[in-house]
């Protein structure tokens, strides 16, 4: 007996090793399943303020692109406000267009935490549900797709990048609306792939890829340039690789979406999946 | 001994927060070439006294690792890693045991044991640190190139972090 407790005494630290590698397995694989890790993200006050406040240094450095930036975005919309502006005054009957009906909600946002040399890429945002940031809002900025809001804080959410191996967006090529998903391979930060577009589909080297009406995002919001676009001998896909417009980087100010139709598509989708 | 503790604990503090708030904002890529993570904080571990007790440097190793994951957005990830250097550190210093023991070594630094054999004993231990750490993070055995590269290049920044840090603030 008392060489069986002088046995676990000595190896005492092999099963502590063991059981400590498995709950860390364990805690990597819950998250990977679904965000059910509610704690150990970077979306509570501690964690978000201490980065806001290393972000405000950071932020001065990237100044003048920051500028430049909006400013080409502030004409751009300046120029969709004047051609709104200059329609013709003839029309005065009054009608309600629901086809018009507001669906998303923006919110502007910057971006206080980033990584993008990870495999699972993560940001934080510095705002949250005290904003009215809605869970799983979408978050663009104006040259390109940024990702989903993961775990909400008060003040901070969590935002899976979609440079991230769970990350799965519905883009498709704007010239001929065909639908594929987009997804990280994970080495460069401005590379991706679009799968499962069919072969028979007209794929061409140049083309623009958007996001889809089947994705969270806004559909129609840029993504991308295909770089290249191979099909494999025996594949029935295209190998699609895109060059994202954006890069992730040196990402900033972004915009969160919140999608006013998502109960509503969700409770469908739930019908449909109970079915 | 109690004065030996508290330096501990600094080391550790101050390691962990240029960890989470400096070195994890620093981002290495050059367009497409996208394989640095600098990782400093494992110092730590091989910095604690040579006497230390193994449960203590495996759940020393984890909680630290834990801490790190907060920030890092990476639940498990950095605590495997970790846990793993404190379990593999006793084995690296028993096959690298200088001639004479670690009798009048309190620490195996570099101002105790030299450059050489601190350069060894880091790189050693980096490595498992960084291969662990890349692959728990890629999590698919079949981007093993990828792991390997990552692991090349990151160990080759991380490792001249631990010199630049020796030689601050442990000159002979």
Redesign the interface.
């Known amino acids: 007996m008392q060489n069986l407790f002088a046995f676990f005494y000595r190896y005492a630290f092999v099963f502590l090793f063991l059981i400590l590698e498995f709950v860390s397995i364990r805690l990597i694989v819950s998250r990977n399943e679904n965000q059910r890790t509610i704690f150990l993200n970077s979306s509570n006050l501690i964690v978000g303020t201490l980065y806001e406040r290393m972000d405000a240094v950071r932020k001065y450095f990237g100044l003048r692109q920051d500028n430049a930036a909006l400013a080409e975005e502030n004409s751009r919309l300046k120029n969709q406000l004047a051609n709104l502006m200059n329609a013709s005054p003839l029309i005065t009957d009054s009608i309600t267009d629901t086809v018009y009906r507001q669906r998303f909600v923006m919110h502007a946002a910057q971006v206080v935490n980033n990584s993008i040399e990870r495999r699972n890429n993560v940001m934080t945002i510095n705002k949250g549900a005290r904003d009215g940031i809605d869970k799983y809002a979408t978050v663009v900025e104006p040259t390109g797709i940024v990702g989903f809001v993961t775990h909400l804080g008060i003040r901070y959410a969590t935002v899976m990048s979609i440079l991230n191996s769970n990350s799965r967006v519905s883009a498709m090529v704007k010239r001929t609306s065909t639908r594929g998903n987009l997804v990280w391979p994970g080495n460069s930060p401005l590379i991706m792939n679009v799968e499962a577009i069919p072969k028979h589909a007209d794929v061409r080297v140049g083309d623009t890829i958007v996001t889809s009406s089947f994705s969270h995002f806004p559909a129609g919001h840029p993504v991308g340039e295909i770089t290249k676009a191979t099909i494999e001998p025996g594949e029935n896909f295209y190998l699609i690789e895109v060059r994202l417009f954006n890069d992730l980087a040196r990402t900033n100010h972004v915009y969160v979406i919140n999608d006013l139709h998502k109960s509503e598509l969700d409770s469908l989708n739930q019908f449909n999946t109970q079915k | 001994m109690n004065s030996i503790g508290f330096r501990h604990g600094l080391r550790l503090v101050f390691l962990f927060f240029f960890q989470v708030?400096?070195l994890?904002?620093v981002?290495?890529?050059w367009?497409?070439?996208?394989?640095?993570?600098i990782i400093l904080y494992p110092l730590w571990i091989l910095l604690l006294p040579v006497q230390t007790?193994?449960?203590i440097?495996?759940?020393g190793g984890?909680l630290a690792?834990?801490g790190v994951?907060?920030?890092?957005?990476?639940?498990?990830?950095h605590?495997?890693a970790a846990?793993?250097t404190?379990?593999l550190r006793p084995f690296i210093l028993s096959y690298l045991e200088p001639r004479g023991g670690y009798n009048r070594v309190p620490i195996p630094s570099k101002a105790h044991l030299g450059l050489n054999w601190f350069v060894t004993y880091a790189s050693i231990m980096l490595i498992g640190y960084l291969f662990i750490y890349i692959s728990?993070?890629?999590?698919t055995p079949a981007?093993l190139g990828?792991i390997l590269v990552?692991t090349l290049f990151s160990f080759i920044i991380s490792i001249l972090m631990v010199l630049l840090y020796m030689f601050i603030f442990d000159p002979k």
């Open positions: 708030l400096v994890k904002q981002h290495l890529n367009g497409d070439f996208n394989y640095i993570s007790a193994r449960w440097l495996v759940a984890f690792g834990l994951d907060w920030f890092y957005d990476s639940p498990g990830v605590a495997s846990t793993f404190g379990f728990m993070e890629v999590f981007l990828t990552k």
